[in-house]
């Protein structure tokens, strides 16, 4: 009996998230056929289709007689995160590419920056809209000082954070855990496990057909994700020196107003009960307590996260010269 010969191993993914973007779909896989076929290499289009309502699901699906589209569908919009960390569970390629589906990004930047990352130099590549073609007040602006202060939080200094179209190594990207509106920060928490992330510049178009689905409004949830990736990226596993400094800060301050007026009752005879000065100090022994319980209550649940899960705390990338019977420092008793 002839064996089945096993399938070809993917060398490049490129994972599209699609929210109601129905006049898009089959102009930007007649544009991306050429330059992946093009590229001599094994092959997968990604669309994940993020709950559309417009029609959007039925174009993805007219594409699945091309051998090489796979197509997941939400049951409801979860956002842009939640769809590109499905479409990095399910890709299956040596190389990942991630773009949007409005064609703003351009498919003949693909091969660049596949090759940066299949030469090895660079684990992460990220595009930079030199030349973004968008409005200034509404896009443009937010963009800048979104991208000065996240560069400025995480000491990941780019461009371009938003910009979608970025080419990762399969294992940087199936390592990830995403939430939020954490995508963006990809480059920053990439970066905290080691990884060399490079920045090129990729051409940009003005949106033709359909609506953009980012604003202003987003502008609030991604402060607020960066002040989570920066406690992860310097405390997530020593939550103690985050909030004890601050705490034993309080408590000291807190101790030396107590001092200073209880001075002032046992040396002066002076009154202090209604005096603003105590309550300041007592709430700020109070404050420092609580700040010091919750960083000694953050230790425990990282023991605990890590035990019972035997999570690691490292990332490694590569062994060489390993025996095969060779044991793990996890497997000791």
Not at 203 to 228: A, E, M, Q
Not at 231 to 238: I, Y
Request: charged fraction near 25%; glycine fraction near 10%.
């Amino acid at each position: 009996m002839d064996s089945v010969p096993a399938p070809m191993k993917k060398e490049l993914s490129v994972i599209i998230p699609v929210y109601n973007e129905r006049e898009n779909i089959r102009p930007l896989h007649a544009a991306m056929k050429p330059v992946l076929e093009g590229m001599a290499v094994e092959y997968e289009i990604i669309f994940v289709d993020d709950g559309s309502t417009d029609g959007t699901t039925a174009e993805i699906e007219g594409l699945a007689s091309d051998a090489n589209v796979r197509v997941i569908e939400f049951r409801r919009n979860f956002g842009q995160t939640a769809a590109f960390a499905a479409g990095f569970d399910y890709a299956e390629g040596e190389v990942i590419i991630t773009m949007d589906g409005d064609l703003q990004n351009d498919p003949v930047d693909i091969p660049r920056l596949f090759d940066m990352v299949r030469n090895g130099k660079y684990d992460l590549v990220s595009g930079w809209r030199k030349n973004r073609q968008d409005t200034f007040l509404n896009r443009k602006l937010p963009s800048v000082i979104a991208n000065w202060l996240i560069s400025a939080v995480t000491g990941v200094k780019l461009h371009d954070y938003g910009c979608s179209l970025k080419a990762y190594r399969r294992d940087v990207v199936k390592n990830l855990r995403l939430y939020g509106e954490m995508h963006r920060f990809i480059p920053a928490v990439a970066n905290w496990y080691g990884v060399n992330v490079a920045e090129v510049e990729t051409t940009h178009h003005p949106r033709v057909w359909g609506k953009s689905k980012v604003g202003i409004s987003r502008t609030v949830r991604v402060f607020l994700d960066l002040i989570t990736v920066k406690f992860l990226q310097s405390f997530s596993t020593k939550p103690i020196q985050f909030f004890g400094p601050v705490g034993l800060a309080s408590t000291a301050a807190g101790l030396l107003i107590s001092l200073y007026l209880a001075g002032e009752k046992l040396l002066l005879g002076m009154s202090i009960g209604g005096r603003p000065l105590l309550l300041l100090g007592v709430l700020l022994i109070i404050i420092g307590v609580q700040l010091i319980g919750m960083g000694l209550l953050g230790e425990m649940i990282v023991r605990v996260y890590h035990e019972s899960q035997k999570k690691p705390i490292y990332t490694l990338k590569k062994i060489i010269g390993e025996r095969p019977d060779a044991g793990r420092g996890n497997d000791r008793r």
